[in-house]
């Protein structure tokens, strides 16, 4: 009985453990780039650029959260666009997905304000520099099927190792999407209907903004 005891002990041990050490290059927007500031962490993969406890990442982690709430907000309030000769314009629920989307997007304002101030405190990780500036970006864009455009944008700063250049970039997006939903937000409050090319904008701005992030979390897990 002891011994089963101790051996499901173990087992747990080595299942938090492996749980804890898969998807360190996670997930979706931006993601990666905090491990390269400070200097060298653990060995991960025959690299040793990694750390879960780093503080940029973590924050970056948060940013995206909020960024990613928004998202949602902003898509459903442009299905309710989409949806109108179907079942009619909603004001009120426009305005408060408007108003939400808002405060998701404040905070992931807010946040990225943290981190760009963070990233400019800290050094950075002179062996992620250098496996950026030596990543060969034309295959991997070839490879992959990329946007070049977008993946361009991403490459200009990445192969020179500004990445807090991304994150500035990143935000300025953000300033962006909050400007347009501010401007939804003045025009729902008379429940008058904003014209479809504000719509646009933000749908676009949200897509490439995404894709961005995207991209650069896939650069860091490639180089890992």
């Not at 991209?215 to 890992?224: E, K, S």
Request: charged residues 20%; proline residues 1%.
């Amino acid at each position: 009985m002891k011994q089963t005891k101790l051996i499901l002990k173990a087992l747990l041990v080595f299942i938090i453990t492996a749980f804890l050490s898969i998807n360190v290059y996670s997930y979706i927007c931006n993601n990666g780039a905090g491990f390269g500031y400070g200097g060298t962490g653990e060995s991960s993969g025959g690299s040793s650029i990694c750390s879960q406890n780093n503080e940029i990442e973590y924050v970056i982690k948060l940013g995206a959260g909020y960024y990613l709430d928004a998202k949602t907000d902003i898509q459903q309030l442009l299905k309710e666009v989409e949806w109108q000769d179907i079942r009619g314009i909603n004001y009120t629920d426009m305005h408060s997905l408007v108003e939400s989307a808002l405060m998701h997007m404040k905070n992931a304002a807010y946040t990225y304000d943290i981190l760009i101030r963070t990233a400019e405190a800290t050094p950075y990780n002179e062996e992620v520099q250098a496996l950026l500036k030596g990543f060969n970006y034309e295959a991997y864009m070839l490879e992959n099927g990329l946007n070049h455009e977008l993946f361009y944008i991403v490459r200009s700063y990445l192969q020179t190792g500004d990445i807090t250049g991304i994150f500035k970039r990143t935000r300025y997006d953000y300033s962006k999407i909050i400007q347009l939903l501010e401007a939804l937000k003045k025009e729902l409050y008379y429940n008058k209907m904003p014209g479809l090319s504000i719509f646009w904008q933000l749908n676009e701005t949200l897509d490439n903004t995404s894709t961005i992030g995207s991209y650069v979390a896939r650069i860091f897990a490639a180089i890992q």
